[in-house]
């Protein structure tokens, strides 16, 4: 065992002290300390006097507070697919943008893209963060005013969520708890919620209007279905302007090239119809493999509501734009019309001109065979309808990304 006490007796030399048992200081000592301390002290009020002189002391961030006639945006999940070319168009149009993003599904490399587009102070900031976090959310809410949040961050692919459901109801459910707690606590008043046709389910009727019952079949479908049930019962009692959107399948990229879908290649086997179809083009996949062909479609296989990203974006804006206080709006985000996966694969082949092979296979357990949108309330209300309905036009406009950024938002080549 140590015993401290007899080690510093014995180093010491004995000395009498006034205060019995106690050390009494080294005035030397004393001296050197005293001078110390009012250096540091000087130092600081100099340091302070500085800091106080400098131009960016007395100024708060712009981030920080409201300006007459600039509406700063959240946007979570703003470094991924369809919150990075939101924030693009909202840039463009004069909003300040706040991303927040763990980087878990996105890219640092779209957020670079934004900056260098747009350096100006008070235009774009960035900041890395879980959204589980409720501490960290309510610190980023506390040191920034925002006026509006488009709340895009998920983790969102089906065939992951029957794998891991947790991971989406605590990712989806329970993140967006904590966002709109946040909002409610700093008084941000409106909400643009980022939903998904997979909360109709299976329904029987076509097409899918915004009053089709939702019964959703997945646990992806499930959380956004709880999710959007939340912000309704929060907004029955609550001030807050409320939008959702229930996107269809979305495709697309920005037509100049500056941004494009570029999920994690470890995502791959969970990814989207564009992607399989893109990764095939590259030889990065043998081939694509349609599920089904005995359909009740015009050509049997299972048919589908392919939304361009840049009209998803439009309906964002013009969702933001049209929001009111105490008002909730639900809208279906699609074209109305349905695309079979053969037409699909056809749009395909000729966007990226390679003779994509297909392994036509029996069907896969719980696809539907039809599923697509009515958006008549959505051009009604909102004065919204999809422009880019050229699939193979949206197609290759997303392949010459693709060329370009082989290794995704890292490398291009
Ligand atoms: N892509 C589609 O076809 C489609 C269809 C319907 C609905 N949606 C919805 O649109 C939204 C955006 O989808 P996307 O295709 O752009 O996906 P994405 O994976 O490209 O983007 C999601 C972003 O959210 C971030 N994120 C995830 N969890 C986070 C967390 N806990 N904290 C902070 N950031 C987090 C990811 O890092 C990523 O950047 C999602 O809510 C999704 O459910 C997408």
Redesign the pocket.
């Known amino acids: 065992m140590l015993n401290f006490g007899r080690a510093r007796t014995q180093q010491r030399p004995a000395r009498s002290s006034p205060f019995g048992g106690l050390d009494y200081p080294d005035p030397k000592r004393k001296g050197n300390f005293v001078g110390k301390i009012l250096l540091a002290a000087a130092l600081t009020a100099l340091c302070i006097i500085m800091l106080k002189h400098s131009p960016t002391f007395n100024t708060p961030s712009p981030f920080a507070r409201h300006e007459e006639g600039v509406i700063h945006v959240l946007v979570?999940?703003?470094?991924?697919?369809?919150?990075?070319?939101t924030s693009l168009r909202l840039l463009k149009d004069s909003y300040r943008v706040t991303i927040?993003?763990?980087?878990?599904?996105?890219?640092i490399g779209?957020v670079k893209v934004l900056q260098e587009l747009y350096p100006e102070p008070g235009r774009l900031q960035f900041i890395y963060?879980?959204?589980?976090d409720a501490a960290v959310v309510n610190k980023i809410f506390s040191e920034n005013s925002f006026d509006a949040v488009m709340?895009?961050?998920?983790?969102?692919y089906v065939g992951e969520s029957t794998l891991d459901p947790l991971k989406y109801y605590h990712?989806?459910t329970s993140?967006t708890l904590v966002v709109l707690e946040a909002m409610a606590k700093h008084g941000v008043g409106t909400l643009i919620y980022?939903?998904?046709?997979?909360t109709y389910g299976e329904p029987e009727k076509m097409p899918i209007t915004e009053v089709t019952p939702q019964v959703p079949i997945n646990p992806?479908g499930k959380a956004?279905k709880m999710a959007e049930d939340i912000i309704l019962d929060f907004s029955k009692n609550s001030d807050m302007a409320v939008m959702i959107l229930?996107?269809?399948?979305?495709?697309g990229s920005d037509p100049e090239g500056r941004l494009g879908?570029?999920?994690k290649p470890e995502?791959r086997e969970h990814g989207?119809i564009s992607g399989a179809c893109f990764d095939a083009a590259r030889g990065i996949i043998p081939g694509l493999k349609v599920k089904g062909t005995d359909y009740n479609t015009a050509d049997g296989t299972c048919v589908r509501d392919y939304?361009d990203?840049n009209d998803l974006v439009d309906a964002h804006v013009k969702a933001l734009e049209k929001a009111k206080p105490k008002k909730v709006g639900i809208y279906n985000v699609g074209t109305g019309h349905g695309r079979s996966v053969k037409e699909f694969v056809e749009a395909c082949k000729k966007a990226t001109g390679s003779n994509i092979k297909v392994k036509y296979e029996p069907r896969r357990p719980g696809d539907y065979a039809e599923v697509y949108s009515d958006p008549t309330k959505i051009k009604r209300e909102l004065n919204w309808t999809a422009k880019y309905t050229d699939l193979q036009e949206s197609l290759e406009i997303a392949w010459r990304w693709q060329k370009a950024h082989r290794g995704g938002y890292a490398a291009s080549s």
């Open positions: 979570t999940g703003g470094a991924g697919y369809i919150g990075s070319h927040v993003d763990n980087l878990s599904r996105g890219n779209a963060a879980d959204l589980g709340h895009f961050a998920a983790v969102a990712n989806i993140n980022s939903s998904t046709c997979a992806y956004k229930r996107y269809f399948n979305v495709i879908e570029a999920p995502l989207r939304i990203v």
